[in-house]
Structures are given as structure tokens and as C-alpha cells.
């Protein structure tokens, strides 16, 4: 059985030839979904297309997915438009010198018995896992019994379009209730290249046909998130709120729709109102048990949990635009790696057969390890006021460092209206 530190490598292993032609050769090794009733579901595309031998850990990659879904950066409810006292006219009145951030609470909440109604497009597609790039994946891959090895140079894609709704109401002046419910279509594909396989110790190695390309997609709602959030303490110009995020496992986490697992997330905002308002957002995310992150015994883990902290202003240029600027992060404490790709040797592959090592090239492999690693992303964009308390967002999401599964550019669309 190969050790944790291939999880991932297994999950990306070689492709069967899945060549159409009667008298294709395909490598020996058998492949395993461990979702055993939903062999059609997207979570077992790519473990059913993969020569991984007798592991079932093929999860891992479903895992990095479940994880990420979980935790997607989601358009949060503030409407642009504050009650505020006018100390000139001596009554309350409807402030839009900032129409509010993008991605980041603010203090604020949205009044009593209002109504905040917002719907967001954003386009995730991933182009590398822990710096290694999806389109490259070498890997080294053993059956069992650890009697035939192989190796594969992996091709993997995924992307994900998500459409949120969110909706928002005012229980009180200081308290808000929210909900944000995201419609996903999430599209995966792979393929394998420069197969080989050997017995060991000793064997001849033999060349089988490139994999073909197999692809799958699935669309339906995601995971529910319900928030509740209350200002704690109103300043003349800073504002302190508490709440805490609840996420519902409503996707469909066998094909990917949904992270498998409750989590909650409770969190403290700081900002300060005016034309110019900075704010900052602190959080930890807990995770439960999921049937995309399974332990080497078959039993379900919980998703890996996360710091999660952010900070930025917003500047009203002019009385209908805001411009925005955020830094979102997060630290993992203890979540899976990939490393590599490093080069293979009998020495760090035990029992690697000499006739994949003398194939004329170097063979390379990716490798897991469980560590502590931040992700961190600058979020940039824009708020305009077209007409009345409509607002039209744009955001693009800048990835500032490696870890993680992650897009170079995300972009979003929105719009919202208060009642």
C-alpha cells in the first residue's frame, strides 16, 4: 500500500487506454472508485479512468475540490446604502458616499425590516495545485502488492461556474440575517501520456497506447449558507459587528456540487464609515465530516479547517462609484500537499523496477504531504449606483502565492437592490 504521501499522485495517476480500437493494449492494473454506488458520478471519473493499482485513495483530489467548494469566496450582503444621522437637518437619512465592498463584511447592518437581494457569476478555473500545473502531472504508480509499477504523465482540468443568489433581512437596526445559495456547473477532464509498466523487480517495460481524453460535468445547487450578523458596538465612525456563517451540505457532493460537510464559521468585522472605509474580517472555519475525504481505513475525516482573514478599503470616487480593494486569505492548519515533482529512484520508491529507470528519461513523480500553508488572493473591482438603490458589481480575484488548487483570475459579476 503506498504511504500517504502519494495520495494525490495516485488520484492523478495514469489514465487507462481507453482506445476504441478492439485490440488496444491496456495496462494490467486494476482502478477503483471508492463510491461504489455512484460509479457515474463525477467524483468517480477520474478514480475509474486512473491506474492506481489496489489503493482506494483516489479521493484525495475530490477531497481538494470538496475543500475548495467549502470555502469559495462568496459576494456578501452590503447594500451601499446606510441610515445615518445628519447632525445639519437633525434627522436620519439615507447615506451612499461608499456603496460598500465586494467580498468583505463591513460593520454595518442593513436596517430594520429591509430587504437586500444580490445575485453573482463568478468563473473558477483552476490552473495549478500547490504551484505544480494541472496540465503536468508525472507520476509514479504501483499495484498492491507492490509487484508492478508505472508511470504516467497526467493531464488533469477543472472549472467551475457559479451562480449565487443572496438574500439578506433586517431583524432588527442591529441585527441581519442572510442567506447565500451558489447554482454550480463544474466541468473536469483528464487524460495520460508516456505510459509504461513493469514488473518488479525485474521486467520488461512496456509502452501502452496514450489515454484518451475523458471529460464530464455536472450542474445543480450547492452548499447553503446561512448567516447571522449583529453590530456589537456603533462608534461615531467605526462600527464592530459578530456573527457566524452555518453551511448546509445541499450540493451534490458525489459529483462535486457540494462539500460533503456541515461548517461553521464565526466571525468579528471592524470598519469605519465614511467616503473612505477601511474594515477588517477574522474568522475560523470548522469543517464536519465528509464522504470526499476518507481516512486509509475507508472511515470519513473532517475537511480540513482554516483562519480566515481579510482586509481592504473601499473608496467613493464619486457618489455612484466605489472602487474596491481587498486581501483575502486563509491559513490552513493541517490540509494536504502536493510536492514535486521530484525525480524517482528506487531510493525514494522502494522496489522500483531497474527497466523504468533505464527508459532513457528521468522519471518524475508528485508526492502529499500534510502541512500548514496559507492562501492568499487580492481582490480588485468596482461598485456603481445606476439608478435608484440598484447596484452593478465587477471584482477580479488575483491569486498572490502557490497553495492550494487555484485560478489565476477570478471574475465576478453582480447586481443587488434594497428594499
Partial sequence: MLTHRWIIALLLASLVCLSQTANAQKPTLISQCPYVNHQSDLACLIPSAAVTGGS???Q???TTLAQVLGQLPLAVPVSGFALTFDKTLGIPVVSSENLGSVLTERGETIGKHK???????????FQTVDGVKLSNLPVVFQNQDASVFGTANNQLAANIDQYTAVAAFGLTDRIDVSMMLPIERISMSASASNIWQAPAPTGVATHFA???????????PGDLVVSVKATLWKGERFRLAGGTEVRF??????????SGAYGVKPF?????????????NLGYQWNGQSVL???????NLNLPGSLQYSGGVDVGVVKRLTVV?????????DAPRVTGPDTATSQNVPGLPDALTNLGFTLKTIGVRNEAFDEDSLGVGIKVNPVGRLLVSANVLIKLNEPGLRARFVPLVGISYKF
Fill in 60 to 62: 484525495s483530489f475530490n
Fill in 210 to 220: 496514450d489515454a484518451q481524453k475523458i471529460t464530464g460535468e455536472a450542474n445543480g
Fill in 115 to 125: 430587504l437586500f437581494l444580490g445575485f453573482t457569476f463568478q468563473r473558477f478555473a
Fill in 293 to 299: 475525504y476518507l481516512s486509509s481505513s475507508g472511515g
Fill in 268 to 280: 468579528i468585522v471592524l470598519s469605519r464609515r465614511g467616503r473612505i472605509t477601511p474594515h477588517a
Fill in 325 to 333: 480593494a481587498d486581501l483575502l486569505g486563509q491559513h490552513f492548519f
Fill in 249 to 258: 451540505p445541499t450540493g451534490d457532493e458525489f459529483n462535486l456540487l457540494g
Fill in 56 to 58: 482506494n485513495r483516489l
